[in-house]
């Protein structure tokens, strides 16, 4: 099993592009991923996705972008684990160049979502859940993350008050970041009052629909060491599942899921919790983001909105968070997602996130949630020395 | 790199579902490959699924199936290619062994689409097309290959009689295999005279739209040396591509995405067609299977028919082909059809192909074909001696 680097990153901005075609985002990604490498060949093409079909009638996304992005006639394959499908894709990537079959290899994640109408949306992010018995039943994907917020502040004691300091982190980094949706700051002030959507969650409180692209290139680590563009080592893979309805989790407020994609990852690197230095988690609702960090190590249960209110996940906080705006401020283009979390990663690792450098950031985690929590992809990343 | 062996397989009886799930479906096939291959612990579960999101509203089918069939918790993704998909799945399966980072996975391919009006499916299947260009204009996927037919028969002569031995020979396999949705013969006279679908494609010439799922079990070949049930090794595994729009092609007559698939998957067994035993081919309609020949070096161009005329694609002939019914006549559950064929290799192979036994087989091919051959997976697959 060989080591393997991410050696080039590209993204789209996150945003409302009418103008453009979900191939022409994955094009725009993936060649800024492949000249950032400077790759002069790719053995294959892995895409992320969760909704081209439903949303623009289009599967067969591997051949499709394959051939719009110059690379007709390679390996090309579509991945897809409801919101996660960008961190499958690259899970994928990374077992090709390790498994030594493969040298190259361009993980892009894609996702169209505003093409469609709002509702046509919903219903199309709801395939993530159970269709037989949450979807058929009305739950929507917010509902059940509405659900799982109540459930926590009544078990707890948190107010909805208190889960601002999510939304205010992600869009104050946001603000910094061109490839952003949102850069704007918001102020914890006006949480309270923000538009409900699926009470207790509001639209302060919510990822945005929207449309993006984001690719890495892969190569195994030997080959391009000693290149001058610094390259990234993957230190771990790993993916965890639980039951895809919530009412099957032993217990709702534990996102097993993501304790075992955790534990497997640092199993894997041979690091815990304290040797990260940032964590792209799937802030994709608050209550997402606090059981993100309760699973992962970073809180006991319940205490992730604690340490959120205790300014633990800004800059110079135990745990930053978002650093690029997270799901919440950069936006969250479902099955593109996983990818961008990843070239934030790097981008950090690379000491070239500006303003919202985590200062000598060495080790970082990006983890992706497909659902309501039951796929959690979860690597991490070392700047090589 | 690890070689990989088959070390189970199962699969469901091809049908019309209506009483049974999608999820029923992919557990039946799963615990019949795991009780096969006796395995007592699975590593990670790979589901090949084209239409789950459009026909049943479900996506999110790794973590569902695992959960369902016992294995909540592992790693599981789902994976797409059009029609290819489980061929795809299988593709990641043996990249996943091969690699060392994991020991047993399974593979499942699972579809169902009879739950939906037939225009619906038809719709769906359209997404492998070119939604751009081709679905948008009308073009379904049995219209783009009744085009391709038409010009065959243009170019090179032939009637459309001519391709009457191909489902005549897959259903007299079908007659004796207990898993597949048409278990009757069909006369070559009838072929003249039967329904037309798409024209020159007739009822008689086209696969139909069915349910089920297939599963086979992967492992590393050292670690299952020596055990009493035959494992079968995989000798190849390869993907070529193409442009998706049948106008972008260099010549619509040759798939080149078959021709580069077949060609890196000889080279990796060190073998060319005269090695091969059995070929199953992706025989949606007789112009595929006729071009399938071709690029995989059985017939010169132009001469697939012919080959199928002079009784070549039998038993005994020189290439037997769907010999088990096929995609015409076993059935073709678009996304679980690339497991179905693997799995009908291994039966081959173990010698347990009951009456449509190819004598003394050592090696088989399967080929799957992503919509009109825009993604091409072939698998080259030998007994262990």
Redesign the interface.
């Known amino acids: 099993?060989r080591e393997v680097a991410i050696i080039g990153v590209g993204q789209t901005k996150v945003g409302e592009h009418w103008e453009t075609?979900l191939?022409h985002l994955a094009l725009q990604a993936s060649q800024a991923a492949v000249a950032d490498a400077g790759a002069k060949r790719v053995d294959?093409l892995y895409v992320g996705n969760?909704?081209s079909?439903?949303l623009?009638?289009?599967?067969?996304?591997?051949?499709?972008v394959?051939?719009f992005a110059g690379l007709?006639?390679?390996?090309?394959?579509?991945?897809?684990?409801?919101s996660a499908a960008g961190a499958?894709a690259l899970?994928?990537g990374y077992?090709?160049v390790?498994?030594?079959?493969l040298d190259t290899v361009v993980v892009i994640g894609v996702e169209k979502m505003t093409d469609a109408a709002t509702s046509e949306t919903t219903?199309?992010l709801?395939?993530?859940?159970?269709?037989?018995y949450e979807?058929?039943q009305g739950l929507s994907l917010i509902a059940i993350n509405a659900l799982l917020m109540r459930r926590y502040m009544h078990e707890y004691g948190y107010s909805r008050q208190d889960f601002a300091p999510f939304p205010v982190n992600a869009h104050r980094n946001a603000a910094n970041n061109p490839y952003a949706i949102f850069r704007f700051p918001v102020k914890a002030e006006r949480f309270g009052t923000a538009t409900p959507i699926c009470d207790p969650i509001s639209l302060l409180d919510s990822a945005p629909i929207c449309d993006g692209a984001a690719a890495v290139v892969l190569a195994p680590a030997d080959a391009v060491r000693g290149l001058s563009a610094a390259p990234v080592r993957i230190r771990a893979s790993?993916?965890?599942?639980?039951?895809?309805a919530l009412h099957?989790r032993t217990d709702p407020l534990v996102l097993?899921?993501a304790v075992?994609s955790a534990r497997r990852a640092y199993q894997q690197a041979g690091v815990g919790p304290d040797s990260i230095d940032l964590f792209e988690l799937h802030d994709e609702f608050g209550i997402l983001a606090a059981l993100s960090l309760e699973a992962a190590g970073f809180a006991d249960n319940g205490q992730g909105v604690r340490l959120a209110l205790d300014g633990e996940i800004g800059a110079g906080g135990r745990i930053p968070i978002s650093t690029m705006g997270g799901l919440k401020a950069r936006g969250h283009p479902a099955g593109a997602t996983g990818v961008y979390q990843v070239v934030e990663v790097v981008q950090q690792l690379r000491g070239l996130a500006g303003a919202n450098q985590v200062g000598g950031a060495r080790i970082g985690m990006a983890q992706s949630i497909?659902?309501s929590g039951?796929?959690v992809i979860t690597h991490i990343l070392e700047r090589a020395e």
């Open positions: 099993m075609s191939r294959a969760m909704l079909g439903e623009t009638g289009q599967e067969h996304l591997g051949a499709l394959a051939d007709r006639g390679v390996e090309a394959i579509k991945i897809e684990a409801a499958a899970r994928m077992i090709a390790a498994s030594g079959l219903a199309a709801a395939m993530a859940a159970d269709a037989d979807a058929s790993a993916v965890g599942t639980d039951t895809v099957d097993d899921g075992l497909g659902g039951a796929t």
